[in-house]
């Protein structure tokens, strides 16, 4: 079964406005953390964001805000005032810890996002 | 911190031939991960390491691919004999325990 789902293969979204992309996941654990990474073109992976399972806040980091919502189980992404430069792949990750301080992360399949001027 | 560093940047063999890939994680970090990204399977956790010792090695595809951690300041993933199948990008990726992963640049992989 998929730990991470993203269901939005692509996304278009105008310069500066907001716009949302969707992360459900799906765990048994009770201590969990959830996290964004952009891609760009140039292939490198670019940490976002981050929110933690028992975080009652929803995570912000500058444009970029997590909608955490536990009971449903969804974690999506939040880009405000979109810019050109923000178009990119976009994936969403979990990390379960097992064992201790052991842990692994899980990356869903990502959603292309492609901001038009 | 030059970050987590990855070696070659890219990487064009033939079919049979051994690859060694390489990665230096960033200095404190004691979680070493193996990433593959491809078109069609996306990001899959190869192995991982915490403090030089491997903890899941369940995603390594088959026995051709092996990964070390000999010291906290080096691992190789290497790939004996390596197909065509196994072209992809190879990132390695540094952590510590609740914190992010960084990443490194990435092997871009190409067996002919």
């Known amino acids: 079964a998929q730990k991470i789902t993203q269901t939005q293969p692509g996304m278009f979204v105008q310069e500066k406005e907001a716009v949302t992309l969707d992360c459900t996941y799906d765990t048994s654990d009770q201590s969990y953390g959830l996290f964004w990474y952009k891609q760009p073109s140039s292939g490198e992976m670019i940490f976002l964001i981050y929110?933690?399972?028992?975080?009652?806040q929803n995570a912000t980091e500058g444009r970029y805000s997590l909608n955490f919502q536990k009971a449903r189980k969804s974690a999506n992404l939040v880009i405000s005032a979109s810019q050109l430069g923000d178009s990119a792949m976009y994936f969403c990750a979990m990390r379960e810890i097992r064992g201790g301080s052991n842990y692994k992360l899980t990356f869903g399949k990502g959603t292309l996002l492609t901001v038009n001027p | 911190d030059a970050g987590v560093i990855q070696s070659p940047r890219h990487e064009v063999t033939e079919m049979g031939q051994e690859v060694t890939l390489r990665c230096k994680p960033i200095s404190g970090h004691d979680y070493l991960f193996w990433y593959r990204q491809t078109m069609m399977r996306g990001l899959e956790l190869l192995i991982y390491f915490n403090n030089n010792v491997p903890i899941d090695d369940s995603g390594m595809p088959e026995d051709r691919f092996s990964a070390k951690m000999p010291n906290a300041s080096f691992s190789t993933l290497k790939i004996q004999p390596s197909e065509p199948r196994d072209s992809a990008v190879y990132f390695c990726?540094?952590?510590?325990?609740?914190?992010?992963?960084?990443f490194g640049s990435g092997t871009q992989l190409s067996v002919l």
């Open positions: 990726a540094s952590g510590a325990v609740e914190e992010k992963l960084f």
């Open positions: 929110q933690g399972s028992y975080d009652e």
